[in-house]
């Protein structure tokens, strides 16, 4: 992945309510923007739906995190852009995986992330973040630009196209039903969730 420094960086201005919400907080820049939203701690918010969540609670998740940029890239007219892509998650990438795997007969699981892209630039604003997986992610097996704020019915909902679409016909998981790789989606969405949890744990006793 790139750094946000391929991004343009204009001074923001109020034309909407994450530009005055970073004005309000003496954020002047599309570049501090995006480095105050990538040096929050990582974690999953109470609610996908607000788009301020991640300025109430502290700390956003990958949907959150890139929800507040790419509106901001709007209520600006920069060419900065939300993405959903579904990567391969296995062991190397996050630990615990393979019992997944091993329990759904799955080749690896395909598993939603968001980020944003620029031309020809993608950049991860949870990289580096506690967030539960082992190493970057730089190799996706579907990609789709989507609205800034996606909800959780739609993103799910585009999940399960990808699958019927474009995954499940894939020679590795010739034999798949989509109503195991949605139980084993579950229980990968329960590991990530358990690795970042302990984080917080350990945080929090030091």
């Known amino acids: 992945m790139d750094t946000y420094t391929v991004f343009p960086n204009p001074t923001s201005s109020k034309k909407g309510i994450i530009s005055e919400k970073f004005i309000s907080l003496k954020i002047k820049t599309f570049w501090d923007a995006c480095a105050y939203v990538h040096g929050l701690p990582y974690g999953y918010n109470s609610t996908t739906d607000d788009i301020l969540i991640l300025f109430k609670e502290g700390y956003g998740s990958c949907t959150t995190k890139h929800a507040v940029i790419a509106t901001l890239a709007e209520e600006l007219n920069i060419p900065v852009y939300k993405m959903v892509g579904i990567y391969a998650m296995n062991e190397e990438i996050v630990t615990g995986t393979n019992h997944i795997l091993e329990k759904y007969r799955l080749p690896y699981l ?86 970042v949890s302990l984080k917080y744990q350990r945080m929090k006793m030091v």
């Open 110 to 195: 395909p598993m939603i992330h968001c980020f944003l892209v620029y031309d020809s630039y993608l950049v991860d604003l949870t990289e580096g973040n506690s967030n539960g997986k082992n190493r970057s992610l730089e190799e996706f097996l579907f990609t789709e630009k989507v609205i800034p704020n996606i909800s959780e019915k739609d993103e799910y909902l585009l999940y399960k196209k990808a699958l019927e679409n474009h995954i499940l016909n894939r020679k590795e998981l010739e034999g798949i039903k989509m109503i195991d790789v949605l139980r084993a989606r579950t229980d990968g969405i329960a590991l990530l969730r358990s690795k």
